[in-house]
């Protein structure tokens, strides 16, 4: 879906430089992908499709929040989940140290291009998924990071899943969706496993919390 025409950030060269240098950043993630017969890298990939997503769900989207989703995962690659404990505590360390790194990357790449303190901070505060779910971007930033999970990653997990893993990961996301992203998730096609696995999420009590989902 193309952008809000309306849309016009503070300084549209330095908003246009920072997705740059975001993209330039996750282009070098050595993991690929195939998509339409093209090979791209894997956070690259990533990262247009949560724009994607953010701008299908609010096309009046801040700069800040656009500039969050094309940098959610940057670099993701350098701190792999085998460099942590396989364990649930370990799951959760991984997860808050990618946070504060993604974070910390964010902000000496927007000072580079010359953005305040208070626009580093909101982003980066974006990164941290601080103030959910009262923070109603936050709230969309969840809810796309959420259908980028079911329209592009679901099917392939569940192929290679135990299905109780999956139904509760689908769960859990389902759990921290709006009713407007919930209506979008209900709206993709889905392939037969995946169905069942949500049908199974939406209809059956959560599953044992030891789960990494």
Request: proline share 6%; hydrophobic share 35%.
């Amino acid at each position: 879906m193309p952008a809000n025409e309306a849309f016009q950030p503070r300084d549209p060269q330095k908003f246009e430089d920072a997705l740059r240098r975001f993209d330039e950043e996750n282009s070098l993630d050595p993991n690929r992908e195939t998509v339409h017969g093209e090979t791209v890298p894997r956070e690259l990939l990533y990262a247009r499709r949560l724009t994607d997503w953010i701008l299908r769900l609010a096309p009046e989207a801040s700069e800040e929040l656009r500039l969050a989703a094309r940098c959610q995962h940057i670099r993701r690659w350098e701190s792999p989940r085998s460099d942590y404990p396989m364990t649930r505590a370990g799951y959760l360390k991984w997860r808050a140290d990618l946070k504060k790194f993604h974070a910390q990357k964010t902000g000496e790449i927007l000072r580079e291009y010359g953005y305040d303190e208070p626009t580093i901070l909101r982003v980066q505060d974006l990164n941290l998924k601080k103030n959910f779910p009262a923070d109603p971007e936050a709230r969309i930033l969840e809810d796309a990071l959420c259908l980028l999970f079911l329209e592009f990653q679901l099917a392939d997990l569940a192929s290679r899943s135990e299905e109780d893993k999956m139904v509760n990961a689908v769960r859990k996301s389902w759990e921290k969706m709006t009713e407007a992203g919930r209506a979008a998730a209900l709206k993709l096609d889905f392939g037969e496993q995946a169905k069942r696995i949500i049908q199974l999420a939406l209809a059956s009590p959560a599953n044992s919390p030891t789960s990494e989902s």
